[in-house]
């Protein structure tokens, strides 16, 4: 009823906030298909502010990740998932291994906690403060960026299981590794190798 009132008035611009908060998510995904349907010919702006990723990657073209005031990244919402640019635009954009990380040269960083080199596909920049991976971007079968690891825990989804692991000779005291892996495809005997390619390193800067 408020959307059907604003529409009404031919407004320029609409601002949503939180539209689909305290809704069932099976309601919450048929409105978000609704909504989309409803104003695919509204001329104007819409602007939804959200703290689902999920919800943002769905409904919006374009993105801004917000903290404390700072826009930290701003741009076509495929383009800032995959170059989160900041530690804290990883976290808000659901990246779950996140750790500090350093420079080497312009085609190497150097993970101390896991105390490995990787080699990202992008060029590492001057400012480097952290590196990431997100959970369903390790692979037992990648051969490149490979990490020696060990099975310390599972947690169990509706549809994946979430595998904790640890690098082999990890910082003590540094988290866990989150591995996110479909029932379908989970192995029998967990692996003690997971690689990463080169394009799924997230490279963080001040």
Known sequence: MALARMLVSRPKALLLDEPFSAIDSHLRD???????DLLADFPGDMVIVTHSRDEAYHMCGQIAVMDAGRVL???PTKQVFADPRTVQG???????????????????????????DLHPARMVE???VAM????????PEEVRNPLAVHCVGKME????????????GQTAGSPDLWWRV?????PETMPTRLGVAPEQVLLFYE
């Open 30 to 36: 048929q409105l978000q298909v609704d909504l989309l």
């Open 73 to 75: 990244a701003h741009g």
């Open 90 to 116: 990883g976290r808000l954009t659901g990246c779950k291994n996140i750790f500090p990380a350093r420079k080497v040269d312009d085609h190497t960083i150097f993970v101390p906690d896991w105390g490995v």
């Open 126 to 128: 001057d400012g480097l």
């Open 132 to 139: 990431g991976v997100r959970a369903h971007s390790f692979r």
């Open 157 to 168: 989804e509706p549809f994946e299981w979430i595998i904790r692991m640890r690098a082999e």
């Open 182 to 186: 479909s029932k379908e495809t989970v």
